[in-house]
């Protein structure tokens, strides 16, 4: 399937693969980086700098040890997260934005935006679908 959706897309080559089927490398990306925990992740690493995973888990409230190791585990995989390990002792091992998970700040600065000046306007979306008849 190609799709056309800005004048840009007209110009530019379509790519020969479906960026919304199941599968695709470029859906499969989204699904990651968009993950709750990922975008939590990404924005402390990008608001604090290097982080010792306790530190990411004490001010990431709700997360559980294992879903914070996948998590730190899936962006290292995917280039976005630096995992260096210190000789010391103890160990100590730091969490990092890489060049590439930097190039991520400012696409998730404007969401986090977005969702501040929204809101409000979400909410009694939220309000005004619940209260329709046949719901809840």
């Known amino acids: 399937m190609r799709l056309v959706t800005t004048a840009e897309d007209v110009i530019e080559p379509i ?14 990306l989204l ?5 709750k ?8 690493l990008g ?3 290097p982080c ?4 990411l888990r ?4 709700g997360v559980s040890e294992k879903m914070l190791t996948q998590t ?13 390990v210190y000789p010391e002792v103890p160990v100590r091992v730091e969490y990092a934005l890489t060049p590439l998970g930097q190039t ?13 000046d929204h809101v409000h306007q979400v909410i009694t979306a939220r309000e005004e679908y619940d209260e329709r008849p046949g719901k809840r």
């Open 47 to 49: 608001r604090h700098g």
């Open 31 to 35: 699904d990651q980086i968009g993950s």
């Open 58 to 61: 004490q001010r990431l409230a």
């Open 52 to 55: 010792r995973f306790t530190q």
């Open 104 to 116: 991520l700040r400012g696409p998730l600065k404007a969401l986090a935006e977005w969702s501040v």
């Open 72 to 84: 730190l585990r899936t962006l290292e995989r995917d280039g976005i997260v630096l995992r260096t």
């Open 37 to 44: 925990w990922a975008v939590l992740v990404l924005g402390e």
């Open 15 to 28: 790519p020969s693969w479906d960026p919304y089927a199941r599968g695709c490398p470029s859906r499969d």
